[in-house]
């Protein structure tokens, strides 16, 4: 007797479900970038999403689900909570091998028991989802087409057509157009606080983890300050949910036997709420941000006031993606010759440069003087360089209303390589005036002749 199994239906991306791309990342879009305030409605969401989760990982319900106003307060709350719960659990109390006691706290308090409840809540529904609903089903689409053609090259055809058929529909048309509004909005926001929220707060976390933990201060730091493992973004990570829901709610997926019931609640928590904290004990909700901005390309970015503000009071600073201090933002008057010297981040001092003024601080930082010559209407041009800055400093053509020329200075490249139509640089050329002038036109200068000079 032969024994037949059934074909599973196959899925392609079809003209219509191609035509609801951009409206699906848009509307993804909208939700990592909402400033809405959580209301009763998301938080009885959010209960029965992280709920779905702690069941679907095979965890216990947590013993509370606690709502705060942004996710540093959430992260402060959780590491420190975490760290509690693992001092009054664990033998190792006073242990003289503080990291090694650290690194088995930080597992069994946050990483350990958030992988559970949230890789094993979604991981496993996720990668179900998208490996029925692109690898496999695609995968036996593209087999069935080239079936004629080798193993290898069927391999091939298959990761190829893995990628048009959905990665490239899906992937580049939501996934990307979402991380790019968001992750560089968001995500990448809430990521700069998990790097440097200790530093605003270092003292007083030290200050409360020497209260709260007597001998064990020293422990009780070091796993708070992992809270970070804990962390799963919410809607302000809204390109996973926006690749896997397309399947789930445009292609429709579960008719191809995909079980979303886990998803389910990933999805939902990552359209209720912002940034979560999940423990065995305990899940700590962040609410949405009050004000969150970006510029034409997507990027962190407020001239006036903080880009993403979250109803607490806490505030992020940022100039077209370049995260800086508030005072840079709000306070430029501030901002000193000496803080911009101080400043090893590049990107972040070439912000302040610009605040501050390049010709004033030209003039303020007196800048080494490398080449002198005249212009063809024999005004004088200067190079000067101060550390890795390289300036040419014009004198206007033209004579203003008071009967003085303007003199402005323009940035050059280090070595004077002129940016070619292709966006690559050009050859270095030897650092004189005529040099760095053509090389601000994408000439050399041996081919920058003009005529006249405005």
């Known amino acids: 007797m032969t024994k037949t199994t059934a074909k599973p239906k196959i899925y392609t991306l079809t003209d219509e479900h191609r035509a609801q791309l951009d409206p699906w990342a848009k509307k993804w879009i909208a939700n990592a970038m909402s400033t809405k305030p959580m209301d009763s409605t998301d938080r009885a969401a959010m209960t029965e999403a992280v709920h779905g989760m702690y069941r679907a990982a095979g965890l216990e319900l947590p013993k509370v689900i606690v709502w705060v106003p942004s996710p540093i307060v959430a992260q402060f709350a959780a590491g420190f909570a975490s760290a509690i719960i693992h001092l009054r659990t664990t033998a190792t109390r006073s242990s003289g091998d503080v990291r090694a006691a650290t690194r088995a706290a930080t597992d069994a308090a946050t990483y350990a028991a958030t992988r559970a409840a949230t890789r094993a809540a979604t991981d496993a529904a996720t990668y179900a989802a998208t490996d029925a609903a692109t690898r496999a089903a695609t995968r036996a689409a593209t087999r069935a ?21 959905t990665r490239a529909a899906t992937y580049a ?22 790097r440097s929220w200790c ?47 397309f399947f789930r709610h445009v292609a429709h997926l579960d008719e191809c036997g995909v079980d979303y019931s886990k998803w389910a609640h990933f999805e939902a928590a990552a359209i209720h709420a912002g940034p979560r904290f999940m423990h065995r004990d305990f899940c700590i909700v962040s609410d949405r941000p009050e004000v969150l901005t970006v510029d034409a390309e997507n990027r962190p970015h407020n001239d006036t006031g903080p880009f993403c503000r979250w109803r607490d009071g806490i505030s992020l600073y940022a100039i077209h993606g370049v995260y800086v201090p508030r005072f840079v933002v709000e ?18 001092k070439r912000i302040m440069i610009e605040r501050y003024g390049l010709t004033r601080y030209v003039r303020d930082a007196k800048f080494k003087i490398l080449d002198e010559d005249k212009d063809p209407l024999g005004q004088s041009r200067r190079l000067l360089q101060h550390g890795d800055l390289l300036v040419v400093e014009l004198v206007n053509s033209t004579v203003d209303a008071d009967g003085t020329r303007r003199v402005y200075h323009v940035p050059c490249e280090g070595e004077l390589r002129p940016m070619l139509p292709d966006r690559t640089l050009g050859v270095a050329q030897k650092l004189t005036c005529q040099n760095a002038v053509a090389s601000t036109f994408g000439l050399t200068g041996d081919r920058y002749r003009p005529d006249v000079e405005t």
Do not use: C, F
């Not at 530093?199 to 007597?214: I, N, S, Y």
């Not at 201060?217 to 390109?239: E, F, H, I």
């Open 145 to 165: 087409a080239t079936r004629a053609a080798t193993d290898a090259a069927t391999d091939a055809a298959t990761r190829a057509a893995t990628r048009a058929a």
């Open 173 to 194: 048309a939501t996934y990307a157009a979402t991380y790019a509004a968001t992750d560089a909005a968001t995500d990448a926001a809430t990521d700069e606080i998990d």
């Open 331 to 348: 306070n430029p008057e501030q901002i000193t010759v000496e803080k911009i010297h101080a400043e090893r981040n590049e990107e972040l």
């Open 199 to 245: 530093t605003p707060v270092g003292p007083q976390m030290a200050m409360l983890a020497r209260e709260l933990g007597g001998s064990d201060s020293a422990l009780l730091l070091s796993v708070a300050a992992t809270a970070w493992n804990m962390r799963d973004p919410g809607n302000q990570w809204s390109s996973w949910p926006a690749l896997l829901s």
